[in-house]
């Protein structure tokens, strides 16, 4: 059996928890790194979602755009359609309009 002395007890005890505080001071660098590492994540992931969303709503919107252009372009044709339509019908009924605009004057 070995026997210690009260001196070399006490060196035990003294270097045994200068070995805990120095586990203690790097499990507390440790965990401020892991803490540090987490927040530079979060906030790159929570940047790269920002970036994604602004580019789904810049897709989003030029899609709509590029469907309102394509029905304004549509709506455009059939009133074009609609106007000549109209022009024709006044201009065969023109004639007859001013004949009988004459023959009521002339009657008069």
Do not use: C, F, H, P
Request: charged share 35%; hydrophobic share 35%; aromatic share 0%.
């Amino acid at each position: 059996m070995i026997y210690l002395g009260m001196s070399d007890v006490l060196r035990k005890i003294k270097q045994t928890e200068r070995k805990a505080a120095k586990q203690l001071a790097d499990a507390q660098e440790e965990a401020t790194k892991i803490i540090s590492d987490a927040r530079k994540k979060s906030g790159e992931i929570i940047s790269n979602a920002a970036d994604e969303s602004v580019a789904n709503t810049q897709s989003t919107l030029e899609s709509a755009r590029e469907e309102a252009s394509k029905e304004a372009k549509k709506v455009q044709k059939d009133g074009s359609k609609a106007i000549e339509s109209i022009e024709s019908s006044a201009s065969k009924n023109l004639d007859k309009a001013v004949k009988s605009i004459l023959d009521k004057m002339t009657s008069l």
